[in-house]
C-alpha cells in the first residue's frame, strides 16, 4: 500500500509536522514524524488543513504509460534477443566477434564497430537477430530484479575442455529463473583434449538434457577459433525463436529496457535502450526510471545515427535529463509535464521507502537498547 512519511506531508503542505501529529492524534494516531501513514490517513489530514490532495499513485502512473492495448492484428514478428552466458573463458565474446564476423551486415566493412553492448547480425538467410553483450550474470540479475523481461534465448557456452563449470550452472539457474529457453554452445571444440560427450553428461546432473541425450535442450559444437559450427548454432537459434513466435506492435508508442547507461564527457548521459515494443523515434517524450528526457539523437550498433528505433533494435539514446540504471524501463509518454510528474512520483516514492527502511532500523536499534 501506498504510505507517506508525516513529516513529509507535512512538508508537501507547508504545515509544521506537530501540528499534522496533533491532527492525527485526534483521528487516533499515534505517530511521529518519521513515520509514515497510509494514503487515506494522509488524505483525511490533508482535507482537515484545508488543502486538496492530487494522488499520484503506481496505477495512475501506469495508466499513463500503458495507453496502448495492442491489438492481435497490430502484431508483426520481431528479432529474437539472444543472450550469450557462461563460465569465465569460456569464450562467449570469441563466439560473439566469430558471429559477428561470419555474418556483418553489409556496410560495417571499415567501420569501426561501436560497443553499445548490444548488436544486431542478419544470417545469410536474412533473419535478424539481436545479441546482448552483457557483462557478466550480474547484470541480467538486477535486469530481471527490475523487472525488464529483455531475454528471449540464452546461448550457455561451455568449453568442451573444461565442461561444466560454477558460473555455467549459475548461468543455467539464471535461464531456469527467468524461464527463457537455453541453446548449450559447446565450444573449443578445436582444441586437443575437448571432450564433448564429458559436457552433455555434466549438464544431466543439472538437470539440462540435451538433443544428444535425447533431451529437449539443443546443443551445437562450436569453435569461436576455427569458426566450425557456427551455421549450426545461428540454425538452432533460428529455431528456436520460431518456436517462440516472437511478436510486436512497432506502430505504437516505445517500451524499451535500459542494457547500460553513462554519464558521457561530451554528450551527456548515454542510456543503451533495448525497444522491446513500438518504435523510438527522434524527438519522442520518454520516462526511464527516476529521470525523464526528449530523444535527441538515437545511434545504432554501427555508430550511425538514425531517426527511430523499432522492437529488438539496441540503440544508443541521446536527451536524457540524467543516468537511468541498467535495466531501468523506458516509456514513451505524450507530454513532458507527465514524463516530469512520473519521474519525479518515482523519486519521491524511492526516497520514502529508503526512509522507511531508515525509520524501521532506528526502532530496532531502539528496542535492542532497551
Ligand atoms: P570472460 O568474458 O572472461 O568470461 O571470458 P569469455 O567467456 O568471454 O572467453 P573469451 O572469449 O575471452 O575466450 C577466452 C580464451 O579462450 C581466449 O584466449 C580465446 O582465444 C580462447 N578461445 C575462445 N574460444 C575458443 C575456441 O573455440 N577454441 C580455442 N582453441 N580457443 C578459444
Ligand atoms: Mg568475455
New binding site residues.
Given amino acids: 500500500p501506498e504510505t507517506i512519511l508525516v513529516s513529509e506531508l507535512a512538508n508537501r503542505m507547508a504545515e509544521r509536522t506537530p501540528d499534522v501529529i496533533k491532527s492525527l492524534m485526534r483521528m487516533g494516531l499515534m505517530v511521529t514524524g518519521n513515520q509514515a501513514v497510509d494514503a487515506d490517513t494522509a488524505e483525511l489530514v490533508i482535507d482537515e488543513f484545508g488543502h486538496r490532495a492530487v494522488r499520484v499513485s503506481d496505477s495512475d502512473v501506469e495508466q499513463v504509460i500503458d495507453q496502448v492495448q495492442d491489438k492481435a492484428e497490430d502484431l508483426r514478428p520481431r528479432a529474437p534477443i539472444i543472450t550469450i552466458m ?1 563460465h ?8 560473439l566477434d566469430a558471429i559477428r564476423k561470419a555474418n556483418v551486415v553489409s556496410g560495417e566493412a571499415g567501420g569501426i564497430t561501436q560497443h553499445i553492448g548490444a548488436y544486431q547480425v542478419k544470417t545469410e538467410s536474412g533473419a535478424l537477430l539481436t545479441f546482448l553483450d552483457t557483462p557478466g550474470h550480474a547484470a541480467f540479475t538486477s535486469m530481471r530484479a527490475r523487472g525488464a523481461h529483455v531475454t528471449d534465448i540464452v546461448v550457455l ?1 561451455v568449453a568442451a575442455d573444461d565442461a561444466v563449470m560454477p558460473q555455467t550452472v549459475e548461468a543455467i539457474n539464471h535461464a531456469k529463473a527467468a524461464k527463457v529457453p537455453m541453446i548449450v554452445a559447446i ?2 571444440i ?2 586437443h583434449g575437448a571432450d564433448p560427450q564429458k559436457v552433455r553428461t555434466d549438464l544431466l546432473q543439472h538437470e539440462v538434457v540435451v538433443e544428444a541425450m535425447s533431451g529437449e535442450v539443443q546443443d551445437v559444437e562450436v ?3 576455427t569458426g566450425k559450427g557456427l551455421d549450426n548454432l545461428l540454425e538452432a537459434i533460428a529455431l528456436q525463436s520460431e518456436i517462440l513466435e516472437l511478436r510486436s506492435n512497432p506502430d505504437r508508442a516505445a517500451l524499451g529496457a535500459v542494457i547500460e547507461a553513462k554519464l558521457d564527457v561530451g554528450r551527456g548521459p548515454v542510456a543503451t535502450v533495448l525497444v522491446q515494443n513500438g518504435t523510438l523515434k527522434r524527438g519522442d517524450i520518454f520516462v526511464v526510471g527516476e529521470q525523464w528526457g526528449k530523444v535527441r539523437a538515437l545511434i545504432n550498433d554501427k555508430g550511425e545515427r538514425v531517426d527511430e528505433a523499432g522492437p529488438s533494435v539496441p540503440v544508443e539514446v541521446l536527451g536524457l535529463d540524467g543516468t537511468p540504471a541498467a535495466g531501468d524501463v523506458l516509456n514513451v509518454v505524450s507530454t513532458e509535464a507527465q514524463a516530469r510528474e512520473i519521474a519525479d512520483y518515482r523519486i519521491k516514492a524511492a526516497k520514502d521507502k529508503r526512509a522507511a527502511a531508515g525509520a524501521a532500523i532506528t526502532l530496532d536499534q531502539m528496542l535492542a537498547k532497551a
Avoid at 88 to 95: A, E, I, M, R, W
Fill in positions: 557462461g569465465v573463458d569460456h569464450g562467449k565474446t570469441s563466439l557456452v565450444n573449443k578445436d582444441k569453435s569461436a577459433k
